[in-house]
């Protein structure tokens, strides 16, 4: 098995950032811990690949980073995280925000080829196939982090989307309700959280509603649009599992303008856990996605080619709050 930087970074008891500086010729590593790294890499037969030495100095040591909302508490988090790990290897990363417009995308993807960026990590919706399948043939190294492209050989980091949408679910179960909405985005993340909310109604011989699913963009006003949709049936849902955070206000909004009284009359429950779920009133219960660590895996997938076309999927972990009650039935 080939070895990799985080080898010799354990073995020589350094962190990567430390590796990366000796293999970059950093004067910021001090000789004696120079020389331990050196020797390390020597004993491990460690030779560094051409995409490390492209993003450790032989290039512009710029990163780009697309995605789709800057204003969504969610990918501004994920920026921070990607940023941050950029700024301890000494790598700038230039972020672009796309609003999920093809356009734009397309046009922000050429302007930092043409800056010669060492690699991208995409946290859009990639509309743009054909020009992303044009970098892959570059050899400009690319990661996705928070989505996937199934039909493209491409290094992702995501969490598990499906048990993400299963444990959110199951909450809402255990708490007695069955008439559980769900409000979704166009993503493929939400794809697989759908079908792990099925599998969680299924388990329980619950047949998902059709009435009860709504695909918008999201954002707070189409979250409070679906919320009305949903609490205005005929036969309105006990609960709400809303794909993000910013739908999950957006249909709390609607259940307050309705009348509504949370989580007596209504549960609502989100997911991305992102600081908003504390501001709310009540506070939202919501699947939490280990945002740092995401950040800080892609950035260093795409660092170290040893990792190219690989898959790595964190664990989702349902934070309760205040949003969700139990099923009251007042007939």
């Known amino acids: 098995m080939k070895t990799t930087i985080y080898d010799v970074a354990k073995e020589a008891g350094v962190s990567i950032a430390t590796v990366s500086n000796v293999i970059n010729n950093n004067g910021r590593v001090g000789e004696k811990t120079r020389q331990k790294v ?4 020597a004993q491990l037969e460690y030779s560094p690949s051409v995409v490390a030495s492209a993003l450790t100095g032989k290039k512009t040591n710029t990163v780009g980073l697309l995605i789709p909302d800057i204003s969504n508490p969610f990918f501004a988090d994920i920026a921070r995280s990607i940023e941050d790990r950029g700024n301890e290897l000494g790598i700038s990363v230039i972020i672009c925000s796309t609003d999920n417009l093809e356009e734009k995308e397309k ?25 992303l399948e044009e970098v892959m043939e570059k050899k400009i190294p ?21 048990k993400g949408g299963y ?12 008439k559980i909405a769900m409000i979704a985005e166009h993503a493929w993340s939400n794809i697989q959280r759908i079908n792990g909310y099925k599998q969680a109604l299924l388990e329980q011989n619950v047949e998902p509603r059709e009435e ?4 918008t963009e999201a954002t707070i006003e189409r979250g409070k649009e679906a919320g009305l949709q949903l609490l205005n049936l005929e036969e309105p849902p006990s609960a709400i599992f809303a794909c993000n955070d910013l739908l999950a206000i957006g249909a709390i909004e609607a259940a307050r303008e309705l009348g509504f009284d949370l989580p007596n009359d209504l549960s609502v429950i989100g997911f991305d856990n992102t600081v908003l779920c504390r501001l709310t009133v009540p506070k939202l219960t919501s699947v939490s ?19 190219t076309n690989q898959k790595t999927l964190f664990m989702p972990e349902l934070v309760v709050r205040e949003s969700s009650g139990k099923y009251k039935d007042t007939v």
Not at 142 to 151: E, F, R, T
Not at 167 to 178: P, V
Not at 291 to 296: E, L, N, T
């Open 107 to 131: 046009k922000y993807i050429s302007l930092l080829i043409r800056k010669s960026v060492d690699g991208f990590i995409l946290a859009s919706g990639v509309k743009s196939l054909d020009l």
């Open 142 to 162: 690319v990661a996705l982090i928070a989505n996937d492209i199934p039909s493209l050989p491409i290094t992702t980091v995501t969490i598990d989307d499906f």
């Open 38 to 41: 050196l020797k390390t890499m």
């Open 167 to 178: 444990i959110g679910t199951k909450h809402l179960l255990s708490l007695n309700h069955t």
């Open 289 to 307: 996605q280990p945002i740092h660590d995401m950040g800080k895996k892609v950035f260093d997938m795409l660092l170290d080619s040893d990792f």
């Open 212 to 215: 009860y699913f709504i695909k």
